[in-house]
Protein backbone atom coordinates (compact mmCIF):
# COMPACT_ATOMS: atom_id res chain seq x y z
CA UNK A 1 0.00 0.00 0.00
CA UNK A 2 3.07 2.38 0.78
CA UNK A 3 4.28 2.02 -2.76
CA UNK A 4 0.51 3.21 -4.35
CA UNK A 5 1.90 6.51 -4.84
CA UNK A 6 4.11 8.85 -4.25
CA UNK A 7 2.86 11.20 -0.96
CA UNK A 8 1.67 14.71 -1.41
CA UNK A 9 4.68 15.95 0.84
CA UNK A 10 7.20 14.77 -1.77
CA UNK A 11 10.14 16.42 -2.03
CA UNK A 12 10.77 19.49 -4.81
CA UNK A 13 14.28 20.02 -4.89
CA UNK A 14 14.02 20.88 -8.89
CA UNK A 15 11.95 23.80 -8.59
CA UNK A 16 13.52 25.25 -6.10
CA UNK A 17 16.96 25.06 -8.10
CA UNK A 18 14.88 26.05 -11.26
CA UNK A 19 13.68 29.48 -9.18
CA UNK A 20 16.59 30.14 -7.51
CA UNK A 21 18.35 30.27 -10.82
CA UNK A 22 15.61 32.62 -12.34
CA UNK A 23 15.71 34.48 -9.79
CA UNK A 24 19.42 34.85 -9.51
CA UNK A 25 19.68 35.07 -13.63
CA UNK A 26 17.28 38.38 -12.95
CA UNK A 27 19.39 39.71 -10.30
CA UNK A 28 22.21 39.60 -12.62
CA UNK A 29 20.82 40.87 -15.33
CA UNK A 30 19.38 44.01 -13.53
CA UNK A 31 22.98 44.55 -12.19
CA UNK A 32 24.88 44.83 -15.40
CA UNK A 33 21.96 46.87 -16.63
CA UNK A 34 22.15 49.07 -13.94
CA UNK A 35 26.22 49.05 -14.39
CA UNK A 36 26.00 50.15 -18.18
CA UNK A 37 23.70 52.84 -17.33
CA UNK A 38 26.78 54.51 -15.64
CA UNK A 39 29.82 53.38 -17.08
CA UNK A 40 30.56 51.68 -20.57
CA UNK A 41 33.37 49.25 -19.33
CA UNK A 42 32.15 45.88 -17.96
CA UNK A 43 31.51 46.21 -14.72
CA UNK A 44 34.56 44.84 -11.94
CA UNK A 45 32.40 43.92 -9.51
CA UNK A 46 29.61 41.46 -11.78
CA UNK A 47 32.03 38.43 -10.93
CA UNK A 48 33.21 38.85 -7.44
CA UNK A 49 29.94 40.65 -5.93
CA UNK A 50 27.64 38.22 -8.31
CA UNK A 51 29.70 34.92 -7.92
CA UNK A 52 29.45 35.80 -3.74
CA UNK A 53 25.89 35.97 -4.11
CA UNK A 54 25.16 32.63 -6.36
CA UNK A 55 27.35 30.70 -4.14
CA UNK A 56 24.86 32.00 -1.38
CA UNK A 57 21.95 31.21 -2.78
CA UNK A 58 23.28 27.61 -3.40
CA UNK A 59 24.29 27.27 -0.07
CA UNK A 60 21.12 28.24 1.54
CA UNK A 61 19.55 25.95 -0.96
CA UNK A 62 21.80 22.94 0.06
CA UNK A 63 20.95 23.53 4.06
CA UNK A 64 17.15 23.40 3.05
CA UNK A 65 17.71 20.23 1.18
CA UNK A 66 19.43 18.92 4.03
CA UNK A 67 17.75 19.91 6.95
CA UNK A 68 14.33 20.50 5.85
CA UNK A 69 13.43 18.51 2.75
CA UNK A 70 10.20 18.07 2.36
CA UNK A 71 9.82 22.51 2.65
CA UNK A 72 8.35 24.79 0.01
CA UNK A 73 10.20 25.04 -3.41
CA UNK A 74 8.56 29.04 -3.65
CA UNK A 75 9.28 30.73 -0.26
CA UNK A 76 13.69 30.30 -0.58
CA UNK A 77 13.88 31.64 -4.46
CA UNK A 78 11.43 34.45 -3.68
CA UNK A 79 13.55 35.81 -0.60
CA UNK A 80 16.86 35.16 -3.02
CA UNK A 81 15.05 37.11 -5.53
CA UNK A 82 14.16 40.03 -3.35
CA UNK A 83 17.59 40.06 -1.29
CA UNK A 84 19.14 40.24 -4.99
CA UNK A 85 16.96 42.75 -6.26
CA UNK A 86 17.29 44.69 -3.24
CA UNK A 87 21.33 44.34 -3.63
CA UNK A 88 20.69 45.67 -7.06
CA UNK A 89 18.92 48.81 -6.12
CA UNK A 90 21.09 49.46 -3.15
CA UNK A 91 23.98 49.56 -5.40
CA UNK A 92 22.41 51.84 -7.92
CA UNK A 93 21.75 54.40 -4.74
CA UNK A 94 25.09 54.52 -4.86
CA UNK A 95 26.05 54.63 -7.65
CA UNK A 96 24.03 57.93 -8.22
CA UNK A 97 25.00 59.66 -4.78
CA UNK A 98 29.02 59.12 -5.88
CA UNK A 99 28.28 60.71 -8.74
CA UNK A 100 26.53 63.48 -7.48
CA UNK A 101 29.60 63.83 -4.91
CA UNK A 102 32.03 63.91 -7.63
CA UNK A 103 29.88 66.74 -9.14
CA UNK A 104 30.10 68.53 -5.92
CA UNK A 105 33.45 68.00 -5.34
CA UNK A 106 32.94 66.82 -2.31
CA UNK A 107 34.04 62.69 -1.03
CA UNK A 108 31.46 60.38 -1.28
CA UNK A 109 29.62 58.84 1.63
CA UNK A 110 30.44 55.04 2.56
CA UNK A 111 28.92 52.71 -0.24
CA UNK A 112 26.25 50.93 1.17
CA UNK A 113 25.30 47.61 -1.09
CA UNK A 114 28.98 46.20 0.26
CA UNK A 115 27.32 46.38 3.81
CA UNK A 116 24.60 45.01 3.01
CA UNK A 117 26.19 42.42 1.20
CA UNK A 118 27.83 41.48 4.68
CA UNK A 119 24.62 40.92 5.88
CA UNK A 120 23.01 39.36 3.74
CA UNK A 121 26.04 36.92 4.21
CA UNK A 122 25.62 36.94 8.15
CA UNK A 123 21.42 36.18 6.85
CA UNK A 124 21.65 33.30 5.22
CA UNK A 125 24.48 32.20 7.74
CA UNK A 126 22.00 32.74 10.24
CA UNK A 127 19.18 31.06 8.43
CA UNK A 128 21.10 28.33 8.20
CA UNK A 129 21.91 28.02 12.07
CA UNK A 130 18.00 28.06 12.62
CA UNK A 131 17.61 25.52 10.26
CA UNK A 132 20.11 23.35 11.60
CA UNK A 133 19.36 24.48 15.46
CA UNK A 134 15.57 24.46 15.00
CA UNK A 135 14.71 20.29 13.85
CA UNK A 136 11.57 20.67 15.36
CA UNK A 137 9.45 23.91 15.86
CA UNK A 138 7.55 22.61 18.50
CA UNK A 139 10.59 23.01 20.68
CA UNK A 140 9.94 26.56 20.38
CA UNK A 141 7.04 26.32 22.21
CA UNK A 142 8.46 25.82 25.52
CA UNK A 143 10.47 28.80 24.58
CA UNK A 144 7.41 30.68 24.98
CA UNK A 145 7.83 32.81 28.04
CA UNK A 146 11.39 32.73 27.43
CA UNK A 147 10.76 34.47 23.86
CA UNK A 148 8.48 36.67 25.80
CA UNK A 149 10.85 38.16 28.17
CA UNK A 150 13.57 38.52 25.39
CA UNK A 151 10.85 40.57 23.21
CA UNK A 152 9.88 42.69 25.48
CA UNK A 153 13.15 43.56 27.15
CA UNK A 154 14.44 44.22 23.13
CA UNK A 155 11.90 46.36 22.38
CA UNK A 156 11.72 48.99 25.53
CA UNK A 157 15.85 48.73 25.54
CA UNK A 158 15.78 51.82 23.24
CA UNK A 159 13.64 53.84 25.27
CA UNK A 160 15.36 53.12 28.26
CA UNK A 161 18.96 54.05 26.69
CA UNK A 162 19.97 57.52 26.73
CA UNK A 163 19.15 59.45 23.79
CA UNK A 164 22.51 59.55 22.48
CA UNK A 165 22.62 55.77 21.82
CA UNK A 166 18.81 54.87 20.77
CA UNK A 167 18.09 57.70 18.70
CA UNK A 168 18.46 58.32 14.99
CA UNK A 169 16.14 60.72 12.92
CA UNK A 170 13.96 61.30 15.48
CA UNK A 171 13.08 57.57 16.61
CA UNK A 172 14.23 55.92 19.16
CA UNK A 173 14.32 52.11 18.11
CA UNK A 174 18.24 51.57 18.01
CA UNK A 175 20.93 50.30 20.25
CA UNK A 176 24.20 52.43 19.07
CA UNK A 177 27.61 51.76 20.47
CA UNK A 178 30.83 53.26 18.48
CA UNK A 179 30.22 52.32 14.72
CA UNK A 180 27.62 49.88 15.69
CA UNK A 181 23.75 50.11 15.56
CA UNK A 182 21.51 47.82 15.81
CA UNK A 183 17.37 48.10 15.26
CA UNK A 184 16.10 45.18 18.09
CA UNK A 185 12.38 45.74 17.24
CA UNK A 186 12.66 43.50 14.06
CA UNK A 187 14.31 40.45 16.10
CA UNK A 188 11.99 41.65 18.64
CA UNK A 189 9.04 41.40 15.88
CA UNK A 190 10.14 37.38 15.90
CA UNK A 191 10.26 36.81 19.75
CA UNK A 192 6.79 37.88 20.50
CA UNK A 193 5.37 36.04 17.34
CA UNK A 194 6.40 33.01 19.29
CA UNK A 195 5.45 33.95 22.50
CA UNK A 196 1.78 35.49 21.00
CA UNK A 197 1.33 31.62 19.55
CA UNK A 198 2.61 29.67 22.75
CA UNK A 199 0.64 31.71 24.78
CA UNK A 200 -2.55 31.47 22.97
CA UNK A 201 -2.27 27.70 22.28
CA UNK A 202 -2.66 27.43 26.14
CA UNK A 203 -5.56 30.48 26.64
CA UNK A 204 -7.77 29.73 23.45
CA UNK A 205 -10.19 28.32 25.07
CA UNK A 206 -10.63 30.33 27.66
CA UNK A 207 -10.57 33.48 25.22
CA UNK A 208 -12.85 31.60 23.36
CA UNK A 209 -16.12 31.45 25.66
CA UNK A 210 -18.78 33.40 24.62
CA UNK A 211 -20.01 36.30 26.64
CA UNK A 212 -22.76 38.43 25.09
CA UNK A 213 -24.17 38.49 21.88
CA UNK A 214 -24.90 42.15 21.04
CA UNK A 215 -25.99 42.85 17.06
CA UNK A 216 -25.48 38.52 16.19
CA UNK A 217 -21.99 39.28 17.21
CA UNK A 218 -20.96 37.00 20.29
CA UNK A 219 -18.74 39.52 22.13
CA UNK A 220 -15.87 37.51 24.87
CA UNK A 221 -16.75 37.69 28.34
CA UNK A 222 -15.60 40.86 30.21
CA UNK A 223 -12.85 39.06 32.22
CA UNK A 224 -10.88 37.82 29.07
CA UNK A 225 -10.30 41.18 27.56
CA UNK A 226 -7.12 41.47 29.39
CA UNK A 227 -4.81 40.36 26.98
CA UNK A 228 -5.83 42.47 24.56
CA UNK A 229 -6.01 45.36 26.80
CA UNK A 230 -1.86 44.67 27.56
CA UNK A 231 -0.79 44.26 24.13
CA UNK A 232 -2.98 47.64 22.94
CA UNK A 233 -0.72 49.29 26.48
CA UNK A 234 2.40 48.17 25.33
CA UNK A 235 1.98 49.45 21.60
CA UNK A 236 0.67 52.66 23.02
CA UNK A 237 3.73 52.69 24.93
CA UNK A 238 5.91 51.93 22.38
CA UNK A 239 4.62 54.68 20.32
CA UNK A 240 5.14 57.47 23.06
CA UNK A 241 8.09 56.64 24.29
CA UNK A 242 10.17 55.76 20.95
CA UNK A 243 7.84 57.49 18.32
CA UNK A 244 8.00 54.34 16.52
CA UNK A 245 4.64 54.25 14.80
CA UNK A 246 5.58 51.17 12.64
CA UNK A 247 6.82 48.88 14.89
CA UNK A 248 3.58 50.13 17.08
CA UNK A 249 1.15 49.82 14.20
CA UNK A 250 2.91 45.79 13.78
CA UNK A 251 2.89 44.59 17.00
CA UNK A 252 -0.41 45.14 17.85
CA UNK A 253 -1.70 44.12 14.21
CA UNK A 254 0.17 40.91 14.74
CA UNK A 255 -1.42 40.08 18.27
CA UNK A 256 -5.27 41.12 17.08
CA UNK A 257 -4.58 38.93 14.00
CA UNK A 258 -3.48 35.71 15.82
CA UNK A 259 -5.79 36.30 18.54
CA UNK A 260 -8.41 35.68 15.80
CA UNK A 261 -6.65 32.63 14.06
CA UNK A 262 -6.55 30.71 17.19
CA UNK A 263 -10.18 31.56 18.86
CA UNK A 264 -12.01 31.93 15.07
CA UNK A 265 -14.26 34.78 16.91
CA UNK A 266 -14.63 37.64 14.67
CA UNK A 267 -15.79 39.93 17.65
CA UNK A 268 -11.78 40.13 18.21
CA UNK A 269 -11.42 41.68 15.02
CA UNK A 270 -14.14 43.68 16.05
CA UNK A 271 -12.75 45.39 19.54
CA UNK A 272 -9.14 45.12 18.40
CA UNK A 273 -10.11 47.68 15.18
CA UNK A 274 -11.84 49.81 17.84
CA UNK A 275 -9.10 49.80 20.37
CA UNK A 276 -6.94 50.54 17.13
CA UNK A 277 -9.78 53.56 16.36
CA UNK A 278 -9.31 54.84 19.71
CA UNK A 279 -5.31 54.32 20.15
CA UNK A 280 -5.31 56.22 16.77
CA UNK A 281 -7.51 59.00 17.54
CA UNK A 282 -5.81 59.75 20.93
CA UNK A 283 -2.07 59.54 19.85
CA UNK A 284 -3.26 61.98 16.74
CA UNK A 285 -4.62 64.41 19.30
CA UNK A 286 -1.83 63.88 21.57
CA UNK A 287 1.59 62.84 20.18
CA UNK A 288 2.90 65.82 17.91
CA UNK A 289 5.01 63.57 16.38
CA UNK A 290 1.93 61.52 14.75
CA UNK A 291 -0.20 65.07 14.23
CA UNK A 292 2.60 66.34 12.17
CA UNK A 293 2.86 62.61 10.13
CA UNK A 294 -1.00 62.31 9.34
CA UNK A 295 -0.81 66.46 8.28
CA UNK A 296 2.09 64.90 5.60
CA UNK A 297 0.04 62.50 4.48
CA UNK A 298 -2.77 64.89 4.06
CA UNK A 299 -1.39 67.42 2.70
CA UNK A 300 2.08 66.42 1.08
CA UNK A 301 2.38 69.37 -1.61
CA UNK A 302 2.17 72.14 0.69
CA UNK A 303 4.31 74.75 -0.05
CA UNK A 304 4.61 75.77 4.07
CA UNK A 305 6.15 72.00 4.35
CA UNK A 306 7.48 70.57 0.81
CA UNK A 307 10.73 71.92 1.29
CA UNK A 308 11.43 69.94 4.57
CA UNK A 309 8.85 68.48 6.62
CA UNK A 310 6.94 66.44 3.45
CA UNK A 311 9.87 66.55 0.96
CA UNK A 312 11.08 63.06 1.30
CA UNK A 313 7.07 62.03 0.55
CA UNK A 314 6.78 64.76 -2.09
CA UNK A 315 9.76 63.60 -3.53
CA UNK A 316 8.80 59.78 -3.99
CA UNK A 317 5.31 60.61 -5.06
CA UNK A 318 7.24 62.89 -8.12
CA UNK A 319 9.71 59.59 -8.87
CA UNK A 320 6.71 57.09 -8.25
CA UNK A 321 5.00 59.42 -11.45
CA UNK A 322 7.50 59.53 -13.44
CA UNK A 323 7.71 55.92 -13.58
CA UNK A 324 4.43 55.58 -15.08
CA UNK A 325 3.59 52.14 -16.09
CA UNK A 326 6.58 50.79 -17.34
CA UNK A 327 9.54 53.01 -15.35
CA UNK A 328 12.14 54.78 -17.12
CA UNK A 329 14.33 51.83 -16.67
CA UNK A 330 17.48 50.70 -14.26
CA UNK A 331 19.72 53.55 -13.37
CA UNK A 332 17.78 55.74 -15.96
CA UNK A 333 15.40 57.98 -13.54
CA UNK A 334 16.65 60.12 -10.58
CA UNK A 335 15.11 58.27 -7.25
CA UNK A 336 18.52 59.54 -5.37
CA UNK A 337 16.67 62.87 -4.92
CA UNK A 338 14.18 61.23 -2.39
CA UNK A 339 16.02 61.25 1.17
CA UNK A 340 16.77 57.46 2.40
CA UNK A 341 15.51 56.33 -0.97
CA UNK A 342 17.64 52.87 -0.07
CA UNK A 343 15.37 52.36 3.31
CA UNK A 344 11.93 53.71 3.57
CA UNK A 345 11.90 54.61 -0.18
CA UNK A 346 12.57 51.17 -1.89
CA UNK A 347 9.56 51.50 -3.14
CA UNK A 348 9.54 54.47 -4.38
CA UNK A 349 12.51 53.37 -6.16
CA UNK A 350 11.48 50.29 -7.89
CA UNK A 351 8.21 52.43 -8.51
CA UNK A 352 10.66 54.84 -10.67
CA UNK A 353 12.81 52.83 -12.70
CA UNK A 354 11.20 49.99 -12.87
CA UNK A 355 7.14 51.17 -12.83
CA UNK A 356 3.94 50.06 -11.88
CA UNK A 357 4.41 46.65 -13.36
CA UNK A 358 7.65 46.67 -11.73
CA UNK A 359 6.36 47.30 -8.05
CA UNK A 360 3.33 44.45 -8.98
CA UNK A 361 5.54 42.27 -9.70
CA UNK A 362 7.30 42.56 -6.69
CA UNK A 363 3.97 43.21 -4.11
CA UNK A 364 2.99 39.72 -6.19
CA UNK A 365 6.26 37.89 -4.56
CA UNK A 366 5.24 38.79 -1.08
CA UNK A 367 1.76 37.57 -1.99
CA UNK A 368 3.23 34.16 -2.66
CA UNK A 369 5.81 34.18 0.41
CA UNK A 370 2.86 35.08 2.49
CA UNK A 371 0.20 32.45 1.08
CA UNK A 372 2.75 29.70 0.90
CA UNK A 373 3.25 30.86 4.46
CA UNK A 374 -0.46 30.83 5.42
CA UNK A 375 -0.89 27.13 3.31
CA UNK A 376 2.30 25.90 5.47
CA UNK A 377 0.48 26.78 8.80
CA UNK A 378 -2.90 24.69 7.52
CA UNK A 379 -1.06 21.91 7.18
CA UNK A 380 0.61 21.57 10.11
CA UNK A 381 -0.30 19.21 12.25
CA UNK A 382 -0.13 21.07 15.82
CA UNK A 383 -2.00 24.31 17.05
CA UNK A 384 1.46 26.06 18.20
CA UNK A 385 2.47 25.01 15.01
CA UNK A 386 -0.11 26.31 12.77
CA UNK A 387 -0.10 30.17 14.84
CA UNK A 388 3.26 30.17 14.60
CA UNK A 389 2.78 30.18 10.90
CA UNK A 390 0.01 32.48 10.53
CA UNK A 391 1.61 35.11 12.61
CA UNK A 392 5.22 35.19 10.45
CA UNK A 393 3.06 35.08 7.23
CA UNK A 394 0.49 37.65 8.42
CA UNK A 395 3.55 39.83 10.31
CA UNK A 396 5.47 40.02 6.72
CA UNK A 397 2.00 40.98 5.18
CA UNK A 398 0.96 43.66 7.29
CA UNK A 399 4.53 44.89 7.18
CA UNK A 400 4.67 44.98 3.21
CA UNK A 401 1.33 46.74 3.61
CA UNK A 402 2.05 49.51 6.11
CA UNK A 403 5.62 50.33 4.25
CA UNK A 404 4.36 50.17 0.60
CA UNK A 405 0.81 52.19 1.93
CA UNK A 406 2.80 54.80 3.24
CA UNK A 407 5.48 55.27 0.23
CA UNK A 408 2.35 55.31 -1.65
CA UNK A 409 0.02 57.78 0.44
CA UNK A 410 -2.32 55.27 0.92
CA UNK A 411 -1.72 55.77 4.62
CA UNK A 412 0.53 57.71 6.52
CA UNK A 413 4.11 57.26 6.35
CA UNK A 414 5.32 55.00 9.42
CA UNK A 415 9.14 54.06 8.44
CA UNK A 416 9.05 50.19 8.63
CA UNK A 417 11.36 48.74 6.42
CA UNK A 418 10.77 46.40 2.90
CA UNK A 419 11.73 42.93 4.05
CA UNK A 420 14.69 41.77 2.18
CA UNK A 421 14.22 44.59 0.07
CA UNK A 422 15.33 47.54 2.07
CA UNK A 423 19.44 48.55 3.46
CA UNK A 424 19.38 47.35 6.78
CA UNK A 425 21.20 44.74 8.76
CA UNK A 426 18.67 44.17 11.47
CA UNK A 427 15.82 44.24 9.14
CA UNK A 428 17.51 41.67 6.57
CA UNK A 429 18.87 39.19 9.11
CA UNK A 430 15.70 38.80 11.27
CA UNK A 431 14.17 38.44 7.85
CA UNK A 432 16.18 35.62 6.71
CA UNK A 433 15.47 34.70 10.02
CA UNK A 434 11.90 34.19 9.92
CA UNK A 435 12.16 33.09 6.69
CA UNK A 436 13.85 29.84 8.14
CA UNK A 437 10.96 29.27 10.84
CA UNK A 438 8.51 29.45 7.68
CA UNK A 439 10.52 26.97 6.13
CA UNK A 440 10.65 24.72 9.36
CA UNK A 441 6.96 24.66 9.33
CA UNK A 442 6.07 24.07 5.92
CA UNK A 443 9.05 21.03 6.03
CA UNK A 444 6.32 19.81 9.13
CA UNK A 445 3.32 20.29 7.64
CA UNK A 446 4.38 18.83 4.29
CA UNK A 447 6.41 15.73 5.76
CA UNK A 448 4.22 12.31 5.40
CA UNK A 449 3.51 11.21 8.71
CA UNK A 450 5.90 8.84 10.22
CA UNK A 451 3.90 5.21 10.14
CA UNK A 452 2.67 4.32 13.28
CA UNK A 453 4.29 1.24 14.81
CA UNK A 454 1.04 -0.90 16.04
CA UNK A 455 -0.69 -0.41 12.53
CA UNK A 456 -4.02 -2.37 13.15
CA UNK A 457 -4.79 -4.81 10.74
CA UNK A 458 -5.79 -3.51 7.34
CA UNK A 459 -8.64 -5.97 6.72
CA UNK A 460 -10.18 -5.85 9.95
CA UNK A 461 -10.47 -2.15 9.94
CA UNK A 462 -10.32 -0.84 6.20
CA UNK A 463 -7.68 1.45 7.26
CA UNK A 464 -6.13 2.48 4.54
CA UNK A 465 -2.00 3.95 4.74
CA UNK A 466 0.12 5.24 2.95
CA UNK B 1 23.27 54.82 -23.88
CA UNK B 2 20.99 54.83 -26.86
CA UNK B 3 17.78 55.08 -26.34
CA UNK B 4 16.60 51.72 -28.13
CA UNK B 5 19.28 49.82 -25.85
CA UNK B 6 17.53 51.34 -22.77
CA UNK B 7 14.76 50.51 -24.22
CA UNK B 8 15.37 46.89 -24.35
CA UNK B 9 17.26 46.57 -21.12
CA UNK B 10 14.49 47.69 -19.33
CA UNK B 11 12.07 45.34 -21.34
CA UNK B 12 14.14 42.57 -20.54
CA UNK B 13 14.00 42.78 -16.69
CA UNK B 14 10.42 43.36 -16.54
CA UNK B 15 10.13 40.38 -18.21
CA UNK B 16 12.47 38.32 -16.17
CA UNK B 17 10.77 40.15 -13.56
CA UNK B 18 7.24 38.87 -14.70
CA UNK B 19 8.77 35.85 -15.48
CA UNK B 20 10.02 34.87 -11.85
CA UNK B 21 6.34 35.37 -11.28
CA UNK B 22 4.56 33.26 -13.43
CA UNK B 23 7.15 30.68 -12.61
CA UNK B 24 6.60 30.77 -8.96
CA UNK B 25 2.90 30.77 -9.40
CA UNK B 26 2.99 27.34 -12.03
CA UNK B 27 5.06 25.97 -8.93
CA UNK B 28 2.10 26.25 -6.84
CA UNK B 29 -0.04 25.27 -9.15
CA UNK B 30 1.87 22.46 -9.95
CA UNK B 31 2.11 21.90 -6.03
CA UNK B 32 -1.70 21.85 -5.62
CA UNK B 33 -3.09 20.55 -8.80
CA UNK B 34 -0.52 17.43 -9.35
CA UNK B 35 2.70 17.93 -11.45
CA UNK B 36 2.01 17.72 -14.98
CA UNK B 37 -0.82 17.76 -16.85
CA UNK B 38 -0.45 14.66 -18.93
CA UNK B 39 -0.57 12.95 -15.72
CA UNK B 40 -4.19 14.39 -15.43
CA UNK B 41 -4.75 12.72 -18.80
CA UNK B 42 -3.84 9.58 -18.03
CA UNK B 43 -7.04 8.02 -16.05
CA UNK B 44 -9.28 9.72 -18.89
CA UNK B 45 -9.28 6.38 -21.02
CA UNK B 46 -9.88 4.11 -17.90
CA UNK B 47 -13.55 6.81 -17.60
CA UNK B 48 -14.40 6.10 -20.74
CA UNK B 49 -17.29 3.79 -20.17
CA UNK B 50 -18.58 6.57 -18.10
CA UNK B 51 -21.39 7.30 -21.31
CA UNK B 52 -22.39 4.24 -21.68
CA UNK B 53 -23.24 4.14 -18.29
CA UNK B 54 -24.69 7.37 -18.41
CA UNK B 55 -26.52 5.67 -21.09
CA UNK B 56 -28.94 4.10 -19.12
CA UNK B 57 -29.65 5.74 -16.10
CA UNK B 58 -32.94 4.52 -15.42
CA UNK B 59 -31.88 1.09 -14.36
CA UNK B 60 -28.59 2.49 -12.78
CA UNK B 61 -29.93 4.46 -10.28
CA UNK B 62 -32.08 1.68 -8.98
CA UNK B 63 -29.05 -0.61 -8.33
CA UNK B 64 -27.69 0.54 -4.63
CA UNK B 65 -23.93 1.33 -4.83
CA UNK B 66 -21.94 -1.67 -3.57
CA UNK B 67 -18.31 0.14 -3.45
CA UNK B 68 -16.74 2.95 -3.20
CA UNK B 69 -13.53 3.20 -5.60
CA UNK B 70 -10.67 5.53 -5.35
CA UNK B 71 -10.31 6.52 -9.54
CA UNK B 72 -7.85 9.62 -9.05
CA UNK B 73 -5.48 11.03 -6.12
CA UNK B 74 -2.39 8.97 -4.25
CA UNK B 75 -5.02 6.54 -3.21
CA UNK B 76 -5.89 5.57 -7.23
CA UNK B 77 -6.90 1.56 -7.69
CA UNK B 78 -8.07 0.84 -4.52
CA UNK B 79 -12.08 0.26 -3.09
CA UNK B 80 -14.17 -0.23 0.03
CA UNK B 81 -16.81 -2.31 0.40
CA UNK B 82 -20.05 -0.27 1.34
CA UNK B 83 -21.73 -1.98 4.25
CA UNK B 84 -23.90 -0.82 6.96
CA UNK B 85 -21.94 1.18 7.96
CA UNK B 86 -20.48 4.71 8.05
CA UNK B 87 -17.39 5.97 5.89
CA UNK B 88 -15.14 8.46 6.94
CA UNK B 89 -12.72 10.37 4.80
CA UNK B 90 -9.90 12.61 6.00
CA UNK B 91 -6.58 12.59 7.17
CA UNK B 92 -6.62 11.29 10.53
CA UNK B 93 -5.50 8.01 11.06
CA UNK B 94 -8.85 6.81 12.33
CA UNK B 95 -10.48 7.85 8.95
CA UNK B 96 -11.99 4.62 7.12
CA UNK B 97 -10.10 6.15 4.22
CA UNK B 98 -7.03 8.06 5.37
CA UNK B 99 -5.81 10.50 2.46
CA UNK B 100 -2.10 11.94 2.90
CA UNK B 101 -2.86 14.84 1.47
CA UNK B 102 -2.29 19.28 2.08
CA UNK B 103 -5.65 19.85 1.28
CA UNK B 104 -7.74 17.30 2.64
CA UNK B 105 -8.83 18.21 6.36
CA UNK B 106 -8.12 15.63 9.55
CA UNK B 107 -11.96 14.59 9.35
CA UNK B 108 -13.40 15.70 6.05
CA UNK B 109 -16.72 13.96 5.24
CA UNK B 110 -18.08 11.44 5.53
CA UNK B 111 -20.28 8.87 3.39
CA UNK B 112 -23.57 7.62 5.97
CA UNK B 113 -26.80 4.84 4.41
CA UNK B 114 -29.90 6.20 4.91
CA UNK B 115 -32.30 3.22 4.29
CA UNK B 116 -31.05 2.02 0.39
CA UNK B 117 -29.12 5.47 -0.15
CA UNK B 118 -26.03 6.79 1.21
CA UNK B 119 -25.65 10.55 2.13
CA UNK B 120 -22.71 12.17 1.87
CA UNK B 121 -22.01 14.95 4.42
CA UNK B 122 -18.88 17.68 4.53
CA UNK B 123 -17.91 17.58 8.14
CA UNK B 124 -17.01 21.34 7.95
CA UNK B 125 -13.63 21.13 5.61
CA UNK B 126 -11.53 23.80 4.89
CA UNK B 127 -11.14 23.20 1.25
CA UNK B 128 -14.84 21.47 1.09
CA UNK B 129 -16.39 18.16 -1.10
CA UNK B 130 -16.86 18.65 -4.33
CA UNK B 131 -19.99 15.83 -5.22
CA UNK B 132 -20.71 16.29 -9.46
CA UNK B 133 -18.97 19.44 -9.85
CA UNK B 134 -21.15 20.81 -7.02
CA UNK B 135 -19.74 21.45 -3.43
CA UNK B 136 -21.52 19.74 -0.91
CA UNK B 137 -23.08 21.90 1.62
CA UNK B 138 -25.67 19.60 3.84
CA UNK B 139 -26.04 15.70 3.41
CA UNK B 140 -26.82 15.28 -0.33
CA UNK B 141 -27.42 11.62 -1.89
CA UNK B 142 -24.86 9.99 -3.63
CA UNK B 143 -25.52 7.44 -6.53
CA UNK B 144 -23.92 4.50 -8.12
CA UNK B 145 -21.75 6.15 -10.86
CA UNK B 146 -21.37 9.70 -9.08
CA UNK B 147 -18.05 11.47 -8.34
CA UNK B 148 -17.01 12.90 -5.21
CA UNK B 149 -13.73 15.42 -4.89
CA UNK B 150 -11.68 15.25 -2.07
CA UNK B 151 -8.42 17.55 -2.18
CA UNK B 152 -6.44 15.68 -5.21
CA UNK B 153 -8.55 12.46 -4.70
CA UNK B 154 -11.58 11.59 -6.93
CA UNK B 155 -14.06 8.63 -5.53
CA UNK B 156 -16.29 7.08 -7.15
CA UNK B 157 -19.34 4.97 -5.88
CA UNK B 158 -19.76 1.70 -8.17
CA UNK B 159 -22.40 -0.77 -8.14
Redesign the interface.
Known amino acids: MTDLARPIGSRRHGTEVALIGFGLVLTMFAFTSVSAAYSSKFPSGIVSDGLGFIALAGVAHLAVRKFAPYADPVLLPSAVMLNGLGLVLIHRLDLASASRAKGAGVSAGTAAAPLQLVWTVIGVALFIAVLVVVRDHRRLESLTYTAMAGGLALLVLPALLPASHSTVNGARIWIRFGGFSFQPGEIAKIALEVFFAGYLVRKRDVLALAGRRILGLTLPRGRDLGPVLVAWGASLLILTRESDLGSSLLFFGIFVAMLYVATERRSWLVIGLGLFVVGSLLAYAVIGHVHDRVQIWLHPLDPKTITDQSYQLAQGLFGQATGGIFGTGLGQGRPDLVPFANTDFIASTIAEELGLAGLMAVLVVYLLIVMRGLRAAIGTRDDFGKLLGAGLAFGLALQVFVQVGGVTRLIPLTGLTLPFLSYGGSSLVSNWILLALLLRISDASRRPAPPRPDAPDEAATMAIRL | ?PVA???L??????I??????I???V??R??IFGPKPKKERAPRPARAPRPARQAKPSKKAVLPPARVAVID??????S??LSSLPITIGRA??????????YVSSHHARLVPNGAVWLLEDLGS?NGTVLDAAKVSGPTEVHAGSQIRIG?TVLELQP
Not at chain 2, 9 to 14: E, W
Not at chain 2, 16 to 21: C, E, I, R, T
Open positions: MVVFLRTVVLLLWGFVAAVAVNDGPLAGMVADDSTIAINDDTR
